[in-house]
């Protein structure tokens, strides 16, 4: 199991790139649209929120699995293993809540958009959308930090 997490996490973190590559390139294009020919890439704006959004989101799980999160070691460097187990479980316990509470919320928010057909102002393109990969995001930060709990406490490698 660890290791379909970690392809999965990895491969939503390299999902995120190509999003923020792709928003870079698309940014680039509209303001060399608007100042060289007075005609930027219409809903620009709107594109690039959806799309920061979800490639934030998207690098949560592999965060969270490479151990890339802040800590603050600094008051458990001398602690004993015992003591650093039990902080680093309950850090995973909360994310791992966290994680579920975010993503029951976004996917309730999300259903609602879709329900009500809410869309952008200028593009027209469903708000759902933008929602739909923060779920799957929070979705596998929750199964990751669930996983990495459970094999702390068991002494496992991941």
Not at 2 to 27: D, E, K, N
Not at 49 to 73: F, K, N, R
């Amino acid at each position: 199991m660890g290791r379909w997490i970690a392809r999965v996490c990895r491969a939503l973190a390299i999902a995120a790139g190509v999003i923020l590559v792709a928003m870079a390139l698309m940014s680039l294009a509209s303001i060399v649209g608007r100042t060289l020919f007075g005609k930027p890439i219409t809903g620009d704006y709107e594109l690039v929120q959806m799309m920061c959004a979800a490639a934030v989101s998207l690098t949560l799980p592999y965060a969270h699995w490479a151990g890339g999160h802040v800590i603050v070691d600094f008051l458990t460097a001398r602690a004993s293993p015992g003591l650093r187990l039990l902080l680093d479980s309950v850090a995973d316990m909360l994310m791992a809540f966290a994680g579920a509470v975010m993503c029951m919320r976004l996917a309730v928010g999300m259903m609602d958009l879709r329900r009500n057909m809410d869309s952008s102002m200028l593009l027209g393109l469903p708000t759902w959308w933008g929602y739909a990969p923060m779920v799957v995001s929070f979705g596998m930060l929750t199964l990751t930090a669930g996983y990495i709990l459970v094999a702390r406490i068991m002494g496992a490698n991941r």
